[in-house]
């Protein structure tokens, strides 16, 4: 009964906030620029740019990194109105319609958190797309995998926490559309804020430290997940 | 047809309590009606049946299946909220289809049955109250089940609609078991076999609406002469109102009536019974010390 939930809160949650959506293919397409910012200096140099003016792109790939962080960020925007629906549908009677219908307050977390790991997954496959594009131009070498990996793996692993911690967050709420939206962004942006600065620090070893980051993301969601549907009382999903 | 069983049941929120040791148990199909003043706990009765909230103690049982444990037993039921638990931003019947792919049925099944033909391509956020409250009702009706909880189903609806839904609701009351709460206490005396009084958390009445009796039994003649020099009667909303110890009493005084030339075009009981009940069961008639 509960299986098909995810898939129409998705789909809901795409038609309710347009600008949100907007918002994180903007976001995707700029990181993806970044993903081929070591070869801009290949570029430059065709149009007569100083070699001196863009050393630091042509010492370093890490720059292409960035593009991580951002499309990571870029997912969440893309997966916060289900957060939004989340209250909206709490306060409006829709999450009482469902526990009436015999799915139970774990099982509606499991929902609304699938349609956020849907989104992400739909902006996941565009910034493979686009990253692999950019890097196969660009002649992006070992990075040409590396960031579209990592892209995807922090969408996930972000968007799972940042949706549950706001769920959780949302399940004390009572304004008709989450105010929460700039505490989810924040959380977000905290959580990927470590990426911008591995790739400076410690360029050498940054794939794995990103991936260990987004493991450690995914542990942190998956705790996060059997706390709260334990924790939170069903009647916090009652309007 | 399905037995619904309460036994010592208290349930509330946040660790308080509401109900209190509530114990009934619904064996035929029928309505019953369930009445209480505001904050009495209707709205936590029926969330504790339709399994919504977990009973701090005591069980909830259809068939004999603890609701907390059985699945199969928690799918026989139907619950309507008093709120309306619609996508405001779907049409109405991609609000239903939205349901129906979650529980089964057809959108247009439940379009068809509540005559809301002519709103299904309207979004749900356009609609009055009274619409919204229509459509909510619908996708209680898209899957039959054994036991419907309708919470204040006619509320903010025309009279038009509140007949078709109490129809409605007297049909499927012939085979199911109905917990119908309302406010409007000549609504509930109308269609309800069976009352369940809710006061401050507890079960003050449990019993047959038939059984209970006025305390006086007041009856209206609307008659097309004045008949207030042949008996004792005061006018009151185009009626003459008289006091009876009986039914029967008034039916005798319609005879006397019709038998001494007076046209009697209408006669109607102006009491009822669920109002004294509801009276006393109220917190200001509790503040008295009625």
Known sequence: MSSKLGTLIAGRSLSLAKTYVVQAIFMTVVGTLFSGASH???????????????????????????????????????????????????NNGVLEYLLSLGISQRDIYMQYLKAGLILAGAIGVLDIFLDVTAGTL??????????????????????????????????FQKQRV???????????????????????????????????????????SMVTFIASSRLIKREKLLP | MSTLELVKVNAGYDGKPVLHQISFEARESAIYVVLGPNGAGKTTLFRTIAGILEPYSGQVRFDGE????????????NYLSHYNALPEEMTVWRALDFYAKIEGGKADDAISLLGLGELKDKK?????????????????????????????????????????????????SKERVVLYSSHNLYEARDIGTNLLLVRNGTLAYNGKISDMKSKEYRVGFRTAT???????????????????????????????????????????????????LFEDASPSSAASGA
């Open chain 1, 40 to 90: 801009i200096a290949s570029i430059a140099s065709t149009v007569g740019v100083p070699s001196t003016d863009v050393s630091f792109f042509t010492s370093t790939t890490s720059i292409s990194f960035f593009a991580v962080p951002l499309q990571a960020l870029a997912a969440m925007f893309f997966a916060t109105p289900v957060v939004l629906l989340f209250v909206y549908d709490k």
């Open chain 2, 124 to 172: 749900v956020g356009d609609l009055s109250q009274g619409q919204k409250k229509r459509v909510s009702i619908a996708k209680v009706f898209l899957q039959e089940r054994d036991i419907y909880l309708l919470d204040e189903p006619t509320s903010n609806v025309d009279p038009a609609v509140s007949r078709e839904i109490r129809d409605i609701v007297l049909k499927i």
């Open chain 2, 226 to 276: 004045d008949i207030s020099k042949v008996v004792d009667a005061k006018l009151e909303g185009g009626y003459y109102v008289m006091s009876f110890g009986t039914p029967e009493e008034a039916g005798l005084m319609l005879k006397k009536l019709v038998d001494s030339g007076v046209i009697v075009t209408e006669m109607r009981e102006l009491d009822n019974p669920l109002e004294n």
């Open chain 1, 138 to 171: 660009f002649s992006a070498g070992s990075v040409l995998f590396e960031i579209p990996i990592l892209a995807i793996a922090l969408d996930v692993s972000v968007v799972s926490l940042v949706t549950l911690i706001m769920m959780s967050f949302g399940s």
């Open chain 1, 178 to 220: 989450g105010s929460n939206q700039l505490l989810g962004t924040s959380v977000g942006a905290v959580l990927v804020m470590p990426t911008f600065y591995i790739p400076l620090l410690l360029p050498s070893i940054t794939f794995w430290l990103d991936l260990g980051l987004a493991c450690v993301i995914a542990g942190l």
């Open chain 2, 66 to 77: 603890d609701l907390l444990t059985s699945k199969e037993a928690r799918k026989k039921i």
